[in-house]
Nanobody, 116 residues
Framework: QVQLVESGGGLVQPGGSLRLSCAASGIIFSIYNMGWYRQAPGKQRELVAAITTGGSITYVDSVKGRFTISRDNRKNTVYLQMNSLKPEDTAIYYC??????????WGQGTQVTVSS
């Protein structure tokens, strides 16, 4: 059974940075494309960054040039470096399998709040 544990969120001022981590267990991590999702209050969850097993990366337009996704298959961990944060980045951030099919369970997420 997959377990996903996100961490690294917090309160940051506009223009600040955070680095999120997501540790996965219960799966063969290296065979899955992974992604970071976020859900803001009153909005649907959206995929903001994805990294394939081969290292190909995609971003939603709103975070391009500011966020960087990476993965360490030895540690079963996916990261999201977030720079130049904006108030509209405020959301709960989750990791999961990227694409049309996600894992059946989600972690608790990590709250990111961008505010002065």
């Amino acid at each position: 059974q997959v377990q996903l544990v996100e961490s690294g969120g917090g309160l940051v001022q506009p223009g600040g940075s955070l680095r999120l981590s997501c540790a996965a267990s219960g799966i063969i991590f290296s065979i899955y494309n992974m992604g970071w999702y976020r859900q803001a209050p009153g909005k649907q969850r959206e995929l903001v960054a994805a990294i394939t097993t081969g290292g190909s990366i995609t971003y939603v337009d709103s975070v391009k040039g500011r966020f960087t996704i990476s993965r360490d298959n030895r540690k079963n961990t996916v990261y999201l470096q977030m720079n130049s944060l904006k108030p509209e980045d405020t959301a709960i951030y989750y990791c999961n399998r990227a694409g049309a099919t996600t894992f059946g369970s989600w972690g608790q997420g990590t709250q990111v709040t961008v505010s002065s």
